[in-house]
């Protein structure tokens, strides 16, 4: 995959594990300095939400997050991130994602460029 630069992109999601707490409403808002990604999230059944990711060599990225939802609840978790490139010009990343906090589960979720 060549370079991709994640900054100032905005990303929903369109997939997610029944285990999972981000939705349709929730919206991802993107920075990127280099090899180091940000992003802010809210929207759903999230308050608030940050990531903090590393690009890897194969373009992946492995991120840690934490909210707060709806029920009050703080929430942690690790995902690897794989990146899509759509015909259009736009990213979708495939994620594969397991709570840090609760009961520890994992899941799969997919969040596309709007």
């Known amino acids: 995959m060549k370079p991709y630069n994640l900054d100032g992109k905005r990303f929903r999601s369109i997939v ?25 999230y809210s929207g759903g059944a999230i308050h608030h939400g ?3 990711a590393r690009v890897l060599p194969d373009g992946r990225l492995d991120m840690r997050y934490h909210h707060l939802n709806s029920g009050g609840e703080f929430m942690l978790g690790r995902c690897l ?3 899509e490139p759509l015909p259009d010009g736009r990213l979708r990343f495939h994620e594969e994602w397991q709570w840090l906090s ?5 899941g799969m979720s997919v969040i596309e460029e709007i």
């Open 16 to 40: 997610n594990s029944e285990n999972g707490e981000v939705g349709g409403d929730t919206i991802f808002v993107y920075a990127q300095s280099g090899d180091m990604v940000t992003a802010t």
């Open 50 to 52: 940050q990531l903090l």
């Open 81 to 83: 991130s794989t990146p």
């Open 102 to 106: 609760g009961d520890g589960s994992s």
